[in-house]
T-cell receptor, first 116, second 117 residues
Framework: AQSVAQPEDQVNVAEGNPLTVKCTYS??????LFWYVQYPNRGLQFLLK??????LVKGSYGFEAEFNKSQTSFHLKKPSALVSDSALYFC??????????????FGGGTRLMVKP | SQTIHQWPATLVQPVGSPLSLECTVE??????LYWYRQAAGRGLQLLFY??????ISSEVPQNLSASRPQDRQFILSSKKLLLSDSGFYLC????????????????FGPGTRLTVT
């Protein structure tokens, strides 16, 4: 079975500094990986995905993520954090064993706090 | 473009009362549909998913049930609510795979905050 780990419950960063939110995964085959962001009392918003191709994936709001197969990681990054980036971030991996349902397995989430 | 709606946005219900939450999707046909619960602003728990009308799969034994009476309508129900049913309920949809196998991401609705008192 596949799994996703987000080892940090919270990440604190100063505005203008680079940010990284970590994600590691475990799947039996090729991973399909996703990042979502959730603002308070809102649904999850899709940020970016890795399916195949270039290991560096660019997404919405200036975010990018780097797929590293040897380290089984898919860390979310942004060169310069904004206060408005403060939110809850989820990493997810696609369920390979249940393709018909297009199931995703989500990590536990990481709260990003960007301070002015 | 596609949109997903959930209602109500917030709900306060007493223990033992029934529940009905509704989710509808516009701008697509034959989507996969999902119900998640999020407790304490953290991780997501998949409750049900559906790949077509009348086809419901339950992921976790619950005091809840789901139905899909129409292609783009997904309903979450309970006959008698428990305190432990409180949480933030999220509906999501995804496109059924195309000839290339994708896309694969899910798109989420705005959620319903349920408080059972």
């Amino acid at each position: 079975a596949q799994s996703v780990a987000q080892p940090e419950d919270q990440v604190n960063v100063a505005e203008g500094n680079p940010l990284t939110v970590k994600c590691t995964y475990s799947v039996s085959g090729n991973p399909y990986l996703f990042w979502y962001v959730q603002y308070p009392n809102r649904g999850l918003q899709f940020l970016l995905k890795y399916i195949t191709g270039d290991n560096l994936v660019k997404g919405s709001y200036g975010f990018e993520a780097e797929f590293n197969k040897s380290q089984t990681s898919f860390h979310l990054k942004k060169p310069s954090a904004l206060v408005s980036d403060s939110a809850l971030y989820f990493c997810a991996v696609r369920d390979i064993e249940n393709n018909a349902g297009n199931m995703l397995t989500f990590g536990g989430g990481t709260r990003l706090m960007v301070k002015p | 473009s596609q949109t997903i709606h959930q209602w109500p946005a917030t709900l306060v219900q007493p223990v033992g009362s029934p529940l009905s939450l509704e989710c509808t999707v516009e701008g697509t046909s034959n989507p996969n549909l999902y119900w998640y619960r999020q407790a304490a602003g953290r991780g997501l728990q998949l409750l049900f998913y559906s790949v077509g009308i009348g086809q419901i799969s339950s992921e976790v034994p619950q005091n809840l049930s789901a139905s899909r009476p129409q292609d783009r309508q997904f309903i979450l129900s309970s006959k008698k609510l428990l305190l432990s049913d409180s949480g933030f309920y999220l509906c999501a949809w995804s496109v059924v795979r195309n000839s290339r196998g994708g896309p694969y991401e899910q798109y989420f609705g705005p959620g319903t905050r349920l408080t059972v008192t």
